[in-house]
């Protein structure tokens, strides 16, 4: 979501007359995108502002600002924590970006929006700002209302706001029209996906809004689509059913459980017991498309006892993770948890974190060596940062696959047979050479 906000800052700044550069010796504005997920990434901020004025002493015409979450959470504050910050812009601000600078320049001090959105606000993406000439995020849904415990996200983003699945479906035969291949339908939770009129749905069944944008967005006949982040308790099974009916649907769904213990997801305040997420993941696994699974886990929530964590292991060898992101719990303030003893103590965070990534390790392992012999439809998007001579992408199934090829097929779909699994990664070959050849001289 973040990469996409800046995509959305980027556009709106050269509409505006600026030029974007990569250096801040050459800025004459710099603007720092931040999250607030956990303390860590909060903390880098700071850090980042003292390099940023350290790269150029003395100057103080260059102007600072901090957009995003840390941005909409401490508000006016962060010009006392941080003198050298000129503009602090909220997360609903990107769009009005432009006249905050230009108010800075005027010599307004401490320039602060953290105000809602208009009622028109451009969600557009100029090509030239997205991060890849391949792949595209479109963002269907902002903000969450689920206030889960431990979570800051419904406090930085704000309520739930869908956007009207006619402006969606547009930006998808836009990116389509470019030459894009993939786009990922983004959101803090896209099944909560509710917009406020009907417009471009029409005709398109299924069993919540979501899973009839799904159907519309697959009518596009763009060749790759994924979704991402789904929350369980509507995480409705006709979602698979139209994975199922169309192919361009991705096999790859991202569902975080956050823990496997029923009493902490209900301190979580989850909304979803150990078994309502079972029987959705049943539905998935018994799909008749093999559909990669991933998930969150936060590990050291408040009050998790061992016999909680050991659920979450047991929970963990059940669901056979394609991968898994995990977190040690991190203290927000502002959130209900905020109020529970952080109590599990850093040393046994930091031995669960351990211990539930050997666990994931070997099924991980296992499920990558499986896919050794098969053949992956790969989108190749870049030159590999390790070899020269290797390409790397990604399948349908989100796996990261690299091997041997010419730059020439960047932005091609190539059937790759895998030949080696590594942990996070596989390697393979091109395994269609009459195809690709084809593609290339196309
Ligand atoms: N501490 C640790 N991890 C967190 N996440 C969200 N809030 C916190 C927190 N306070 C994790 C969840 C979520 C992912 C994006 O970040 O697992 O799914
Ligand atoms: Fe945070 Fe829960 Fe909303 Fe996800 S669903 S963004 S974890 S509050």
Redesign the pocket.
Known sequence: MNVADSERAATGLRSSGYDLCDSVDEADVVLLNTCS??EKAERKVYTRIGEVRAARPGKRDVLVGVMGCVAQLEGASIFNNAPAVDMVIGTRATDRISSLIERAQNGERKVLDLGERGNTDAWDVSPAERHSPHVAFIPIIEGCNKFCS???VPYSRGRERSRPASEIVTEVRNLQALGYKEIHLIGQNVNSYRPRVEDGLEGFKGATAFCRLLRAVAATGMPRIKFTTSFPRDFHPDIITAIEENPNLCDWIHL?V?SGSDRILKLMRRGHTRNDYRQRIERIKNSRRRLALTS???VGFPGETDADFRETIDLVQQCEYDSL?I????K?SGTPAANFADNVPEQEKKERFLELEATQRKTQDRIYQSYIGRTLQVLVERQSTRSENDLSGHSTCNKVVNFAGDRGLEGEIVDVTVTAAKTNSLYGAVANSVRVNRSVVE
């Open positions: 997920v956990r431990f979570c800051i975080p956050q969150d886990i936060i992101y977190f040690k719990y991190s927000r």
